[in-house]
């Protein structure tokens, strides 16, 4: 996926040309006993190798979706298709084991070791023991967990977090190409929470699957996902990508449900190191020669590369303007943060080791953003 | 003679009664568990859908009416079910291993119902949506995190056996209860007491070897994972 | 006009009537569905019943038979052993209660685990022995089969009582405290209130525990049932044997299923 745009919004790259891995036509929950549908009448595509959200109030029929989905609960009517397959009459055991699956609470087997939890599809797929040993050990890996520590232990032994990671380990183990997530990082402080989403983003753009995941936070939503459905109950009511949710939403229900304050939350969404930054260039400190570049922006810099002040700034004064500065790997909103903070109109995008890549105005902001290669 | 020279001076008698004793209650508790065990790991379904007819409700039956029933059973004296199958089994170490059976089959159903079916919901959902079929499922996951409630119930079922065994003497059945029946009958004679007192205590002896039995199995056969 | 409003009012009173049918027929399935299975008992012990009755009357009694089933004989043994299992009840419900109440108080708590302990191990020793230890340290007769047979049932009892109490909910005592209750106020207001469906358990287990241990008195001769099945051996008449077993069976059964109505009333009405 390597789409530029010029135009002042930024995009999320949408599933065009992509084939859809999960196709929800006509699916009808109801369940016994009860007249309401708990879901009806939902179509719903997600394409291959995205991460869809599911998002909306407690009880809108977000984890029965989920569900019908690897036929944990059998849908009333309607059809589901995985990758062009109808679904729902295979049998639901083998289905199951061909697709991840992870619930909130972790739901590891306190009586299996860490290792043996993460093997537990592969064995059943008759996998031998040496390649299922090397697999746990893999994903022990990918999920941050040193496999010499982890793999004996037993889940009573883990913290939350931990067990959270083990049950996305366990449920990549047998390289299913889709999976499912309810409220995987539900049941997390927020401090850990974020890590285990940075953890997953990194995660999904090596494995690149396709995922249906559960939340009923927003900034989850927002974060992960490259696109969000928002129910009510029952009910799709907008399925796009996070920008468009927060920015245009479709109907009364969902602006309410998104609330106030889109605009800003958007902000959070936009990663510095995604943007098309002006231009910087850096001067040792005492060196000449700052006539010509009316263009561009250049700081001083001291010894270890860092920029220290404003030399010059294109169409102004630099004196008395200070050079405040933010890390590439935060987002927008970090960086009006640290302008309004420090009363700078503008602010020196800084890589890891403190040296200047670009600036960022903050008339950039009302006049519009411009995204590059997102994978740049 | 004291208490300890009668023992020392029957010690021979006392060795075989007591090792009797024991091996009754070991046989009727081990058939009588598995029957039970093996009843509990059928009969534990889920809750049958209300609106399709399947085997769930022959299941949800037996499970509910078995409890009651055996629940029933052991308010039963043991003098009782001892009479009404003595005319059937007649005298001996038969009646009283069937009768003892019929005595452990209760606690042992319940705990194994108790713990098959409070197994945490979310362990259960996720090995639903691994790909664990019904049947994987009550043995790796159901049965072995069960096994601690099962294995309790086989305890608690083997300490109230030891002290029903005792009236088994009543249908000459082996076991301590002899040494009882003797003491009483002979009240007033040398050693009647002693006797009664040896028959009492050494049902305790007999509990203690079974704890420690218990202790031991416990420590192998619970898997590290769940063990406290 | 007016014609229409009655009809409309009748249709209401009508549709109130089937109204009140419907839920006074929801309340009993109600009542049914939570305990259809109290009928599964007496079921049982009026089948055991008529089943000894239809044996019995096929068969060719001889006339020790006759003499030893004789309804004088068999009622009174029947009424010793209904005052055996009685009188040990009573006494065992007013040591064992009081006993494990004073065990979960604060002080107490220390002794609680070893009394477990205890207790549960003492499940092994044979009432049957300890009926007849008594016997040798007292004398043969009524008096001493109850001593015995509260000795006997005292550690289930108690052991359950604790075990009971334990589980009442220590929050619901904290916030009795938190209000300001002293802890004596606090144990006769919520504590001992809470504790009754615990000590109605105890009274059934103390019930059927001396209903079964009563049955071998007759063994240091203080009568009840268990005479009908000595005698039973003694003579070698199979007849009297399984009347006596059937008649013990269907009196244990039956206490214990009154004690079990008694635990639900007293369960549903403690909320
Ligand atoms: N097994 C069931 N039987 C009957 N009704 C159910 C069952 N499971 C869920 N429901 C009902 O279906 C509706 C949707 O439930 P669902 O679990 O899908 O909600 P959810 O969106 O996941 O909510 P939450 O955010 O609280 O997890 C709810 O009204 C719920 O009460
Ligand atoms: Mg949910």
Same mark, same amino acid.
């Given at each position: ?376 | ?26 046989? =009727?508790?081990?058939?009588?568990? =598995? ?35 055996? =629940? ?92 029903? =065994? ?63 | ?27 009993? @399935? ?57 009188? +040990? ?14 065990? +979960? ?46 000795? @006997? ?60 241990? @009563?049955?071998?008195? +007759? ?50 009405? +403690?909320?």
């Amino acid at each position: 996926m390597s789409e530029t745009t010029d135009q002042p919004v930024v995009e999320t790259p949408d599933g065009a040309g992509k084939p859809d891995m999960i196709v929800l036509e006509g699916v009808e929950k109801i369940y016994p006993g009860s007249t309401q549908p708990a879901v009806s009448q939902l179509d719903l595509s997600i394409p291959q190798g995205e991460i869809v959200m599911l998002i909306g109030p407690s009880g809108c029929g977000k984890t029965t979706t989920l569900k019908m989905i690897n036929r944990l609960i059998e849908p009333t009517s309607g059809r589901i298709l995985l990758d062009g397959k109808d679904v729902t009459h295979v049998n639901g055991d083998q289905l199951r084991r061909e697709i991840g699956y992870v619930i909130q609470q972790g739901g590891l087997f306190p009586h299996f070791s860490i290792a043996d939890n993460i093997g537990v599809v592969p064995k059943m797929l008759g996998w031998d023991k040496q390649r299922i040993r090397q697999r746990a050990d893999e994903l022990l890996h990918l999920v941050g967990l040193e496999p010499s520590t982890f793999r004996d232990r037993y889940p009573r032994q883990l913290s939350g977090g931990q067990q959270q990671r083990v049950g996305v380990a366990r449920a990549l183990a047998a390289d299913p190409p889709v999976m499912l997530m309810d409220e995987p990082f539900g049941a997390i402080d927020p401090i850990t929470r974020d890590r285990l989403q940075d953890e997953f983003l990194e995660i999904q753009r090596t494995v690149g699957k396709t995922i249906a995941f559960v939340t009923h936070d927003l900034q989850e939503a927002v974060k992960l996902g490259d696109k969000i459905a928002v129910f009510a109950t029952g009910r799709l009511e907008q399925y796009d990508d996070p920008d468009t949710v927060l920015t245009r939403p479709a109907n009364d229900f969902v602006s309410d449900f998104v609330g106030g304050g889109a605009a800003v939350r958007r902000l959070s969404l936009l990663e510095l190191a995604h943007l098309e930054l002006h231009p910087i260039e850096t001067d040792e400190a005492g060196a000449g020669g700052a006539a010509g570049r009316n263009g561009t922006a250049v700081a001083e810099v001291d010894g270890s590369g860092k920029p220290v002040s404003w030399r010059h700034l294109p169409g102004g004064d630099a004196t008395g303007v200070p050079l405040v500065t933010v890390p590439i790997s935060g987002t927008v909103y970090d960086a009006v943060d640290v302008m309004l903070d420090s009363s700078a109109s503008l602010v020196a995008v800084v890589d890891e080791e403190g040296r200047a890549q670009g600036v960022l105005h903050w008339n950039d902001l009302v006049g519009g953003l411009r995204t590059r290669e997102r994978d740049a | 003679m004291n208490f300890l020279d009668y023992l020392a001076s029957n010690s021979q008698q006392i060795l075989f009664l007591t090792q009797a004793h024991f091996l009754v209650v070991l046989i =009727a508790v081990g058939i009588g568990s =598995a029957i039970s065990v093996a009843l509990g790991l059928a009969v534990s379904t889920g809750e049958p859908d209300p609106r399709r007819f399947s085997l769930d409700w022959f299941a949800t039956g037996i499970r509910e009416g078995g409890l009651v029933f055996t =629940a029933a059973l052991l308010t039963v004296p043991s003098l009782a079910l001892f009479a009404l199958f003595l005319p059937i089994t007649g005298l001996g170490v038969t009646t009283a291993i069937i009768v003892l059976t019929i005595y452990t089959l209760y606690t042992v159903l319940r705990n194994t119902v108790a713990g098959l079916t409070t197994v945490d919901r979310a362990i259960l959902e996720s090995a639903r949506g691994l790909g664990y079929g019904r049947l994987r499922r009550l043995l790796t996951i159901q049965l072995p995190l069960a096994w601690p409630v099962i294995l309790n119930g086989i305890r608690v079922t083997t300490l109230i056996s030891i002290s029903i =065994a005792v009236v088994g003497a009543v249908v000459q059945g082996p076991g301590l209860g002899i040494l009882l029946l003797n003491g009483i009958s002979r009240i007033g004679a040398a050693n009647s007491f002693y006797q009664v007192l040896a028959g009492t205590l050494l049902c305790l002896v007999v509990a203690a070897v079974f704890e420690i039995f218990f202790a031991i199995v416990q420590r192998l056969t619970i898997p590290r994972g769940i063990r406290v | 006009m007016s014609t229409a409003t009655t009809e409309t009012v009748d249709a209401q009173a009508e549709a109130a009537v089937e109204e009140g049918e419907k839920r006074e027929q929801t309340r009993l @399935a109600a009542l049914w569905s939570q305990h259809y299975d109290l009928v599964i008992l007496p079921a049982i012990i009026v089948l055991l019943l008529v089943f000894l009755f239809l044996y019995v009357g096929t068969r060719q009694l001889d006339t020790i038979e006759q003499r030893v089933l004789a309804p004088a004989n068999v009622g009174g043994l029947l009424w010793q052993q209904i005052l055996l299992a009685g009188a +040990s009840t009573v006494l065992v419900l007013l040591i064992a209660v009081p006993l494990g109440i004073a065990l +979960s108080r604060r002080g107490a708590r220390r002794v609680q685990g070893p009394v477990l302990a205890v207790g549960g191990f003492a499940q092994a020793l044979p009432p049957f022995g300890v009926l007849l230890l008594m016997a040798f340290w007292l004398d043969f007769g009524f008096t001493t089969a109850v001593v015995g047979l509260t000795i @006997a049932a005292l550690l289930p009892v108690l052991r359950n009582t604790v075990v009971g109490l334990q589980q009442v909910d220590q929050s619901l005592i904290e916030a009795a405290r938190g209000m300001g209750m002293t802890s004596r106020q606090t144990l006769f207001r919520v504590e001992i209130p809470l504790a009754v469906p615990v000590i109605v358990a105890g009274l059934r287990v103390a019930l059927v525990l001396n209903v079964g241990t @009563a049955t071998l008195a +007759s063994y240091i001769g203080a009568g009840g049932l268990g005479e009908l099945v000595q005698q039973a051996l003694r003579l070698n008449r199979i007849n009297v044997l399984l009347v006596a077993g059937g008649i013990i069976a269907a009196l244990a059964l039956l206490i214990d299923w009154l004690a079990g109505v008694v635990e639900r009333i007293v369960v549903a009405r +403690s909320g």
